[in-house]
């Protein structure tokens, strides 16, 4: 299993799925380029490039001599995934996207927008905490939204930025995506309060063959955390039933 997460967290999110998982899986936790452990590795001023940032798993996967495994994703990792599903193809057994971006709605792009325009004025954690009210707006919910600034204090303004200038490409990616679907069987989990991005998923998965939709109960955008339960069962269940 290769997990991959969000932006602005690490490896640090997949806490409460690593004990289900490990009983039946070999886990590899990555951490993005710039983030957690990795963010040594690239200098303050190096731009990025978003396929790099997927390559860097395939590299990874290569130099640990992975050839093929399933990939759970959370937020903007869904989107890591699907770009390193269409440059490798052949690596992936399967596909869980979690809280998953497949589409930028007018609403994010207005906020891609202001985001642009702001961050070199606003600290960027102003803007950051104004994103995580946004996709984690329940009270329900608070300690993930928590975990999720936390986790953006750590990355730093220099990487934010970084991160906020791909958004173009990003947004390409999807347009892609929407379209091409993955080489592998896929399931979306979705927390039934992610009012931002369930809509679309759902619209999504009726155009695709090897996709299907699972909404989880009491929970928003960050599922594995706020349900991790209910994404770590049905999560292995769909490994099992694909694997025969």
């Not at 860097?56 to 093929?68: A, N, Q």
């Not at 890591?80 to 971006?101: F, H, M, Q, T, W």
Request: with cysteine; net charge positive.
């Amino acid at each position: 299993m290769v997990f991959v997460h969000g932006a602005g967290g690490s490896n640090v999110v997949w806490f409460r799925q690593l004990r289900d998982f490990k009983k039946y899986f070999n886990v590899l936790l990555v951490d993005l380029r710039g983030h957690g452990k990795s963010k040594a590795n690239y200098s303050k001023e190096e731009l990025y490039r978003f396929d790099e940032i997927a390559l860097d798993v395939v590299k990874t996967m290569d130099h640990l001599e992975i050839e093929k495994a399933h990939f759970v994703g959370i937020s903007l990792g869904c989107i890591v995934i699907r770009a390193i599903d269409k440059l490798a193809p052949e690596r992936a057994e399967s596909i869980i996207l979690g809280g998953a971006v497949v589409q930028f709605s007018k609403k994010i792009n207005v906020l891609v927008s202001i985001a642009k325009l702001l961050n070199s004025i606003l600290p960027y954690m102003w803007l950051y905490r104004l994103n995580a009210w946004i996709l984690i707006p329940s009270k329900k919910n608070t300690q993930s939204r928590n975990l999720f600034i936390r986790e953006a204090i750590r990355l730093g303004e220099k990487e934010f930025k970084k991160w906020l200038r791909m958004s173009d490409e990003i947004r390409l990616a999807l347009q892609e995506f929407i379209v091409k679907e993955a080489s592998a069987p896929v399931l979306y989990l979705m927390g039934d309060r992610d009012y931002m991005f369930l809509p679309m998923v759902s619209d999504l998965v009726k155009k695709h063959f090897n996709s299907k939709l699972e909404v989880i109960s009491d929970s928003g955008h960050v599922c594995n955390l706020d349900q991790p339960d209910v994404f770590n069962e049905r999560s292995i269940q769909f490994i099992k039933a694909i694997s025969g």
